[in-house]
């Protein structure tokens, strides 16, 4: 099955530039999702398709991926970022799977 | 605008099935769109369950797939969720969401429910 591997924990300082990795096998090929989670609540969309942000999303969240490895990048980070981050892809191989990545926790310091 | 609902037991026994629905309003389901189920056991990440076109297509995720059923109601507008044989590894909060855009499991879950504890316990 596929795995994608991010890292458990990330920490910025308020103003600074976020980068939240997502590794996976040849994961350039495919479409990476990310969600932010805020404790007690749903999971909420902020890239999907590797750069596109749903309305309503900042400009400051931006994606990318290329190789082995989607980056979420969180630019001029303020507090309310703070949050859960998972990445997410759909597998097509013999499993077709949508694979989560475990989650890494943003902590604005 | 398109709400999702979760309800169903918050307890349910070892070796017996878990039921849930999600009820959707705002969105015709008969009108496109899959529709999914998620789970995130306490503390840790989510995990994708299945997810269904309104035609009753379906995917499921492998590692559940013999426990899973996932239908769809378009009378009611509303999708549910069976999972057998659930033990304490199944207690979770249960999201069902909606896929963006029609083209199946490879778009991203855009709208999601509040999401419903479910504990699995005697």
């Known amino acids: 099955s596929y795995v994608l591997t991010q890292p458990p924990s990330v920490s910025v300082a308020p103003g600074k530039t976020a980068r939240i990795t997502c590794g996976g096998n040849n994961i350039g090929s495919k479409s990476v999702h990310w969600y932010q989670q805020k404790p007690g609540q749903a999971p909420v969309l902020v890239i999907y398709?590797?750069?596109d942000r749903p309305s309503g999303i900042p400009e400051r969240f931006s994606g990318s991926n290329s190789g082995n490895t989607a980056t979420l990048t969180i630019s001029r980070v303020e507090a309310g970022d703070e949050a859960d981050y998972y990445c997410q892809v759909w597998d097509s191989s013999s499993d077709r799977d949508v694979v989560f990545g475990g989650g890494t926790k943003l902590t604005v310091l | 605008q398109v709400q999702l609902q979760e309800s169903g037991p918050g307890l349910v026994k070892p070796s017996e099935t878990l039921s849930l629905t999600c009820a959707v309003s705002g969105y015709s389901i008969s009108s496109g769109y899959y529709w999914g189920w998620i789970r995130q056991p306490p503390g840790k990440g989510l995990e994708w369950i299945g997810s269904i076109y309104h035609s009753g297509s379906t995917y499921y995720n492998p590692s559940l797939k013999s426990r899973v059923t996932i239908s769809v109601d378009t009378s009611k507008n509303q999708f549910s969720l069976k999972l057998s044989s659930v033990t304490a590894a199944d207690t979770a909060v249960y999201y069902c969401?909606?896929?963006?855009?029609?083209?199946?499991?490879?778009?991203?879950?855009?709208?999601w429910g509040q999401g419903t504890m479910v504990t699995v316990s005697s």
């Open positions: 398709y590797d750069s």
């Open positions: 969401a909606r896929h963006l855009y029609g083209s199946g499991p490879v778009d991203p879950f855009d709208i």
